[in-house]
């Protein structure tokens, strides 16, 4: 399954300017060709057995979450996310709407009374 990859222009375009030339993928093969899944999977099995967190529980998708809660921490618009994430109901993506725990609700309260 292709992703698009939103960030900001910059970012693209130095990640880009590392790889081979002439492509429109950004993470791709020494070759250019779009890097499959199960490549994506295999490297980071391996980075995270020798970084011993091979029981992280950090798998590709998790970037995904990991993309979608620090988007929300910065608040950007839950529904400009869920379209970012390609979700269909506004409900799949208030699912990443998890407090941390330094959240309070103090900052929103009102200075008047």
């Known amino acids: 399954m292709r992703r698009a990859i939103y960030a900001k222009a ?4 130095a990640l880009k300017d ?10 791709t ?17 391996q980075t995270k057995e020798g970084a011993r967190l091979a029981d992280s529980g950090i798998c590709p998708h998790w970037w995904r979450h990991a993309h979608a809660s620090d988007s929300l921490r910065n608040k950007t618009p839950i529904n400009v996310l869920s379209r ?19 959240s309070t609700s103090a900052g929103y309260l009102s200075d008047s009374e």
């Open 10 to 13: 910059g970012l693209i375009q």
């Open 18 to 27: 590392r790889g081979p030339k002439n492509h429109a993928h950004v993470f």
């Open 29 to 45: 093969t020494k070759t250019g060709t779009p890097l499959q899944y199960s490549t994506v999977h295999r490297w980071l099995k």
């Open 84 to 102: 970012t994430l390609g979700h269909r109901q506004l409900s799949m993506t208030a699912l990443y709407l998890h407090a941390s725990e330094t």
